[in-house]
């Protein structure tokens, strides 16, 4: 199979780069190809002719999104268009990478496929639209939603987690925030199995099990036993330009009828601060 990734320079991207063996991977960052310029995207694709786009470009700066929903409309809802219609003129397949902040997250139970998109902040409603105007050009396409993602290749939560712990003996951590930690090796062979099954519509892919942001951090300062002491507080606390989901657990069902189990969260950041340790 040719496979061409958009967003292979990011945290997901880069784990899937390096997961993805025995076929035959284009990996593409902004500078191989911007996805707002669609001209830019079939240059790239008249050369890889990928049987499967997967499309892990985004502005994924939450906050950034706020104060410029002019850039997080272009990049995440125009921009993914774009690559939507080069998939179909191509006919190649699309595995779309979308998120748990498509949802309001007023719920308190896992968000099941169909539940309606109700999204809080900008971030959240640049994805939405992007997932209703990708479906009209590709009904067949995979909709993809992750939430929380950490891995060793950027910015993610235990890495600032992890930096404030070793240098102040306190931290406050929001404990009214719920989700799924998911690390990115895990959902790279996720995503890797759903191409070869050729699945389509939206599936929900996140590691095991929930926890508050409070408890993620005590979770993490816990593993690595550093002394430092995780402190509960509110998001009123914690004000930050976006709002998040107080609630944004994702249904496994769509997971389990592609006869797919991810790993625990707790067991996946075990492996998550070994690789980080490897490497450092
Ligand atoms: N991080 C999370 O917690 C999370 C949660 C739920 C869903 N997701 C979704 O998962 C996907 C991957 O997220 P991530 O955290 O790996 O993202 P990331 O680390 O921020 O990486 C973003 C990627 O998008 C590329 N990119 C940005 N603007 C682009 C443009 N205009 N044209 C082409 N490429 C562009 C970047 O390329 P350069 O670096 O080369 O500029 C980079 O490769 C995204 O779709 C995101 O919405 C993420």
Sequence with gaps: MRVTVFGATGLLGKALVREWTNDDVSGLGSKDADIRDPKQISDVLVKTRPDSIVLAAAYTDVDGCEGNPEQAFDVNCR?????????RQFASRLLFLSTDYVFEGAKNCPYETNDPRAPINVYGRSKAEAEVQISQVLPECCI??????FGKDGKCFPETI???????PAIDVVDDQRGSPTYTTDLARTIIQLCRSNAKGIVHATNRGDCSRFEFAREIVSDTRLNTLVRPTTSE???RPARRPKYSVLSSKSLQKQAIEMPHWQ?????YLLQRNSVS
Aim: no cysteine; proline share 0%.
């Design 237 to 239: 606390q914690f004000v």
């Design 79 to 87: 921009g993914a268009l774009n690559v939507a219609q080069a998939a």
């Design 162 to 168: 992890l930096k404030l712990a070793a240098s102040q």
């Design 267 to 271: 067991d996946a950041l075990r492996r």
């Design 144 to 149: 993809l939603r992750t939430s929380w993602l």
